[in-house]
C-alpha cells in the first residue's frame, strides 16, 4: 500500500492518459483475447469515468477492457516490477503481455501485481484491464435490492444516493524496487511536553536481518537513529525536540527518511495527537471543532476519476467558507486528495464504500461482512500515516427495514449491531491511535451508536421530516441532539444536514427549494448546535451538487443539496457558512 516514489533505489511510470477501450456486454472478450489487443476499440482517459465521457455509455455498468502499450526503461532491469492501479469500480482483472496476473474485488482502494517475469525489454509490452461495475446485493455498496423505505425507485437500482461511476478512476503506474525492498512503514506519534516522539515500525518484503537508519528531517537539524531489522522488521523511536505539532491551523510535515542499504522510502508525517474527553475532541490535548463537509468525488465530463485542478480549487473553496474537515463520503478518496489534506490541514473523517448496508438475509450478511473486513484492512494500510486521518468511519447509514420501528430486541437491529462492532473492534485493532465511528441514519437503532468514540448523526429536519416547517424542525433537532448526548455522553458531529436547493431559485417566502430556504435551514442547524458543547462538528450535506440516479426525487440526475453548485458556483448558503465559520 505505499505510494510509488521516484527515488535513487525506485522508479516510477505514470501511464495516465489515453488508453484503446471497447465494453463487453456479452462478456466475451476474454474468450477472444481481447488481452491482446481490442477489435473495435475508442479512445477513453485513464483516470475518468467511462460513464461522462461517452452518451451512449452512461449507464452502462457492464463489462469493459482497456488497453495499453508501453515499453519498461532497461534501467530497471534487475528491480522487481509491479503494476498498480489506484482504484477501479467494481471487479478488476490485470493482464500483462496475455497473461492474467491477478484480480481485485471493491473499488476505491488500490491494488498491485507483481510483472517481472513477464516483461519483454526488447519490445512494446501490452497491458490490459477488465472491469465491471454491475449492482450486486452482495456488494459493497450494494445494488438491484428491494427499494429500502418504501422510496421510490431508482435508475440505475442502488441503495445509494449517488451515481455508480465506472472505470478506472485513479492513475494506473508501473514501478519497481529493489530485491529487498521497504514493503510497509507504520507512524505512530506523540507529543511529550515541548516535544514529539515517533514511533516508526518498518516491515521489509524478505525476513532478513540488515541494517538501516530512520531519520526526521526539518530546519532545525536531523534526528536520526539505527535500524535493526530481525526477520525483516525493525521498530525505533526518535524524539522531535520543541517540536512543530501538526494541526489544521499550523499543518506543519516533517520528512521521514527510512533507509537500507538497497532502498529508501520518504514519508511526510505530521506530529500529532487525537482523542475525546467528556463532549470534546482534542487535537493535541485542545478542543478542536470539525466543521466542513460531506463531499464526493464527483464532476462534469471526469466523473470520478482523479482531477487534481479541482482537488486544488475544491480546498481552497472550503477554506474560503472557514471549513476545517470533512469526510470521506461514502468511500476512501484518493490518496493524492489525503496528501493535499495533510498539507492543507484538513481533518478527515475516512469511511470505507459501506453504505446503505441492511441486514436482511444471513447469506448475504456474511458476504458483505467478509468485503467490509476486507476494505477497512486495506484503507488502514493505505491512509495509517496521515496526519489528516482523525477519525475511521465503518459505515454509513445502515438500516432496518422499519425506521423509526426498530426495537432494540428486532432482529435486525440486533443482527446489524454485531456487524457494525465487529468493524469497530477491527479498526481498533488495528488502528488504536485513531477514532472509531459510524454515521447513522434518521431513525436507526440507538444501540448502533454504543462503541462509537464520536456519535456522528445525519439529520434531516427541516427537508425530508417536518419539510418546510422550520420552527418546528429546530426544535426537534435540539431535543433529539440532547437526548442522544444523555444517552452517550460522547462528542456529537452532525454529519449531514442540508436541503436541496436549485441555484437561482428564490423566493418570498423562502419556501423549499429556493436558495433563501437553504441559507436559513443552515442559520438555524449551526445556531441550534453553538448552544451546545458537546457539539464537536458540524458537515454540511453537500460540499457541492453532485450526479445522482434518476428518479422523481433528483431533478436531472442530480442532488441538489450542495451550497455550490456542480460547477463550483456558491450559493447563498455558501456564505452564510462563511458568516459563521470564517471568523
Known amino acids: 500500500m505505499l505510494y510509488p516514489q521516484q527515488n535513487l533505489f525506485r522508479n516510477k511510470l505514470d501511464l495516465s ?13 476474454e474468450q477472444k483475447g481481447w488481452y491482446n489487443g481490442l477489435e473495435d476499440a475508442r479512445p477513453m482517459a485513464v483516470p475518468g469515468s467511462w460513464n461522462e465521457q461517452y452518451e451512449n455509455l452512461y449507464n452502462y455498468l457492464g463489462l469493459a477492457w482497456y488497453v495499453k ?10 528491480h522487481r516490477v509491479f503494476l498498480r492501479v489506484g482504484s477501479a469500480c467494481y471487479f478488476s482483472t490485470v ?9 481485485h474485488d471493491g473499488g476505491h482502494l488500490p491494488f498491485a501485481f507483481e510483472i517481472t517475469d513477464q516483461i519483454l525489454w526488447e519490445t512494446e509490452n501490452l497491458i490490459a484491464i477488465s472491469v465491471e461495475n454491475e449492482l450486486k446485493p452482495t456488494r459493497v455498496p450494494a445494488g438491484n435490492m428491494s427499494t429500502p423505505l418504501g422510496l421510490p425507485s431508482s435508475f440505475p437500482p442502488t441503495t445509494y444516493d449517488f ?4 472505470g478506472i478512476h485513479r492513475p494506473v503506474v508501473l514501478y519497481s524496487v529493489p530485491q529487498t525492498y521497504i514493503e ?12 514529539g516522539t515517533v514511533q516508526v515500525t518498518v516491515r521489509l518484503n524478505a525476513a532478513v536481518s540488515a541494517p538501516g537508519f530512520v531519520q526526521i528531517k526539518n530546519s532545525d537539524g536531523i534526528a536520526k537513529t539505527k535500524l535493526v531489522f530481525q526477520e525483516g522488521l525493525a521498530e525505533a523511536q526518535l524524539t522531535v525536540p520543541n517540536a512543530k505539532f501538526w494541526s489544521d491551523k499550523s499543518p506543519y510535515l516533517y520528512d521521514l527518511t527510512i533507509q537500507t542499504e538497497q532502498d529508501h522510502y520518504l514519508l511526510k508525517i505530521g506530529i500529532r495527537t487525537i482523542a475525546v474527553q467528556g463532549g470534546q475532541i482534542l487535537l493535541n490535548g485542545k478542543p478542536v471543532q470539525m466543521n466542513g463537509y460531506g463531499r464526493h468525488e464527483d464532476f462534469i465530463a471526469s466523473g470520478k476519476g482523479l482531477n487534481q485542478p479541482l482537488l486544488v480549487k475544491d480546498y481552497q473553496l472550503m477554506r474560503w467558507t472557514g471549513a476545517n474537515s470533512y469526510r470521506t463520503s461514502h468511500y476512501p478518496y484518493s490518496e493524492e486528495e489525503m496528501q493535499l489534506a495533510d498539507r492543507e490541514g484538513f481533518l478527515i473523517i475516512d469511511e470505507i464504500p459501506a453504505v446503505s448496508l441492511q441486514f436482511e438475509n444471513d447469506a448475504y450478511i456474511a458476504l458483505r461482512l467478509r468485503m467490509c473486513m476486507q476494505q477497512i484492512d486495506e484503507l488502514i494500510a493505505r491512509d495509517k500515516n496521515h496526519a489528516s486521518v482523525v477519525m475511521w468511519c ?4 445502515p438500516m432496518t427495514p422499519k425506521l423509526n420501528l426498530a426495537a432494540q430486541d428486532d432482529p435486525a437491529a440486533a443482527k446489524g449491531k454485531d456487524f457494525l462492532d465487529t468493524l469497530m473492534r477491527r479498526a481498533r485493532e488495528l488502528d488504536p491511535t485513531r477514532l472509531v465511528t459510524l454515521a447513522t441514519l434518521m431513525g436507526g437503532p440507538d444501540s448502533w451508536m454504543e462503541l462509537c468514540d464520536v456519535v456522528c448523526m445525519n439529520r434531516y429536519w427541516g427537508w425530508y421530516i417536518l419539510g418546510g416547517e422550520l420552527d418546528k424542525a429546530l426544535v426537534a433537532l435540539d431535543q433529539e441532539l440532547h437526548s442522544v448526548w444523555e444517552a452517550w ?11 436541496d436547493t436549485i441555484a437561482g431559485m428564490h423566493g418570498h417566502p423562502d419556501v423549499m427549494w429556493t436558495e433563501e430556504y437553504q441559507a436559513e435551514y443552515i442559520r438555524g442547524h449551526l445556531k441550534v448546535a453553538a448552544q451546545k458543547d458537546y457539539i464537536a462538528g458540524m458537515q454540511v450535506w453537500n460540499f457541492a451538487d453532485f450526479a445522482a440516479v434518476q428518479s422523481v426525487m433528483r431533478a436531472g440526475g442530480i442532488n441538489m443539496k450542495g451550497v455550490f453548485t456542480r460547477g ?9 457558512l462563511r458568516e459563521f465559520w470564517a471568523k
Open 95 to 103: 493482464y500483462f503481455n496475455g497473461v492474467k496476473i491477478g484480480s
Open 163 to 166: 451515481f455508480p461511476f465506472a
Open 394 to 397: 465503518v459505515a454509513n447509514e
Open 69 to 78: 502499450p508501453t515499453f519498461i526503461p532497461q534501467s530497471w532491469r534487475g
Open 568 to 576: 463550483r458556483t456558491p450559493k447563498m448558503a455558501a456564505h452564510v
Open 489 to 499: 455522553h460522547k462528542p456529537i458531529i452532525v454529519t449531514e444536514f442540508g436541503a
Open 17 to 29: 492518459g489515453i488508453w484503446d477501450f471497447q465494453p463487453d456486454p456479452d462478456q466475451k472478450g
Open 184 to 195: 510497509d512503514v507504520t507512524v505512530v506519534t506523540g507529543i511529550d511536553g515541548a516535544n
